[in-house]
């Protein structure tokens, strides 16, 4: 009774080997699903913001992180001087910067 257990707890000849083939496979089809599914949109994502915080201009309509609307009046390296409703003059770090604002509009319509 003790052989027979042994014998079923055995794998069969020939399957250790390419079951590491298989493990290797495996994993690198999961790390290829990770990447096209969650790297690289985040990275296309990132790449896109950056294009936007060095492109803006006086005059832009902007949204903060934070939920402030305003409009850009003064651009500098890292700094950003927009003016909110009411005449307020904010000093922003560019990163702070969300999206613009008129595009906010366009996708709700």
Known sequence: MRELGILLMAPA?????????????????????????????????????KKFKESLINGTKIVTIGGIHGKILEVKD?????ETEGGNKLK??????SKEFAAEEMEKK
Do not use: W
């Not at 496979?25 to 969650?38: R, T």
């Not at 890292?78 to 927009?82: A, E, H, L, R, T």
């Open 92 to 97: 922003l770090e560019k990163n702070a910067i």
């Open 78 to 82: 890292d700094i950003v001087i927009i």
């Open 13 to 49: 000849e020939g399957a250790e080997e390419g079951s590491g083939m298989q493990t290797i496979i495996m994993f690198g089809a999961i790390f290829l699903v990770f990447y096209f599914f969650m790297i690289r949109p985040q990275m296309k994502k990132q790449k896109e913001a």
